[in-house]
């Protein structure tokens, strides 16, 4: 069966320090991969997508980035962390162009 | 652009009363909906979802939704609730005209008194 890691599963940075959050799949191949935040209130944001290794969709201009070095590996990063980056982030994979999505357990990041 | 609506920010409701929590989009084409529940602690997870067919559908734990496509509406219904649905609830729409992106709605935290 298909599972979902991400890691770390809390995450306390400075402001001005760099990010690098990690997503991996198992149990499948060519997977569709997704980054989102979650805030109260706002429900899930889409911040980037990859139907392929080294294919980034970004739909959110900020100061994140997305990289898919690998099949089932998606990163998160930033070089310089803001207050704002503060969150919840969950990675996501699925099939096809047709599929459920499904989750990973997700990133609570605070920037202090 | 294209957005889905959940109207219910917040819903409290008793042990054994009925649910419905609405889910509105706003795109002509044909979609895939989805309801998502994350349970507190947990992932998220799917509760159920229509693709096409019968446009009322069952989902886990006696969910179910209804797709009206004159009203863009997906609502999520269940006769009678139990302390152990407290969660937060999203509605999710995926358009089928060639992206790859799913699109949330602010969610809905259910809170059931025992």
């Known amino acids: 069966s298909q599972t979902i890691h991400q890691w770390p599963a809390t995450l306390v940075q400075p402001v001005g320090s760099p990010l690098s959050l990690e997503c991996t799949v198992e149990g499948t191949s060519n997977p569709n991969l997704y980054w989102y935040r979650q805030a109260a209130g706002r429900g899930l944001q889409l911040l980037f997508y990859?139907?392929?290794?080294?294919?980034i969709s970004s739909e959110v201009p900020q100061n994140l980035s997305a990289s898919r070095p690998q099949d089932r590996q998606f990163i998160l990063s930033s070089k310089k962390l803001l207050l704002s980056d503060s969150g919840f982030y969950l990675c996501?994979?699925?099939?096809?162009?047709?599929?459920?999505?499904?989750f990973g357990p997700g990133t609570r990041l605070l920037v202090l | 652009a294209q957005s889905v609506s959940q109207h219910n920010h917040h819903v409290i409701l008793s042990e054994a009363a009925s649910l419905e929590l609405g889910c509105n989009y706003s795109?002509?084409?044909?979609?895939?909906l989805f309801w998502y529940v994350q349970y507190p602690g947990q992932h998220l997870q799917l509760l159920l979802k229509?693709?096409?067919?019968?446009?009322l559908v069952k989902g886990i734990k006696g969910f179910e939704a209804e797709f009206i496509k004159s009203k863009f509406s997906f609502n999520l219904r269940k006769p009678s609730v139990q302390w152990s649905d407290t969660a937060e609830y999203f509605c999710a729409v995926k358009l089928t005209s060639g992206t790859y992106k799913y699109i949330f709605g602010t969610g809905t935290r259910l809170k059931v008194l025992a």
């Open positions: 990859s139907v392929g290794i080294g294919q």
């Open positions: 996501a994979w699925s099939l096809g162009i047709i599929e459920t999505q499904y």
């Open positions: 795109y002509g084409g044909t979609v895939n």
């Open positions: 229509y693709f096409s067919g019968d446009p």
